[in-house]
Nanobody, 122 residues
Framework: QVQLVESGGGLVQAGGSLRLSCAAS????????MGWFRQAPGKEREFVAA???????YYADSVKGRFTISRDNAKSTVYLQMNSLKPEDTAVYYC????????????????WGQGTQVTVSS
């Protein structure tokens, strides 16, 4: 089993920044990729960004150029730096871990965090 704990959500004005963290523990040697998804009220959970242990990164078109995913292997932690935030970025953000090979769909991930709320005011 892999446990994921997210932190860093909150309330920010449009144009501001937040950094989300996701700390992984347990059988982390079994996973090949970690990702971030988000879910707004009344909408389906959608892909935001992912990073493979090889270092390859993937982004949704809606966040390219504004969000950056990175990892700290020593801390088994993945980060999502979110800049130039927009009201439409408001959602619960979930961290996920999986064995791949796909990284942009929810079905590719076996483990999920509890979610952290991000609210962007206009």
């Amino acid at each position: 089993q892999v446990q994921l704990v997210e932190s860093g959500g909150g309330l920010v004005q449009a144009g501001g920044s937040l950094r989300l963290s996701c700390a992984a523990s347990g059988r982390i040697f079994s996973i090949n990729a970690m990702g971030w998804f988000r879910q707004a009220p009344g909408k389906e959970r959608e892909f935001v960004a992912a990073i493979r242990w090889s270092g390859s990164t993937y982004y949704a078109d809606s966040v390219k150029g504004r969000f950056t995913i990175s990892r700290d292997n020593a801390k088994s932690t993945v980060y999502l730096q979110m800049n130039s935030l927009k009201p439409e970025d408001t959602a619960v953000y979930y961290c996920a871990a999986g064995r791949g090979p796909w990284v942009t769909t929810t079905t590719a991930y076996d483990y999920w965090g509890q979610g952290t709320q991000v609210t962007v005011s206009s």
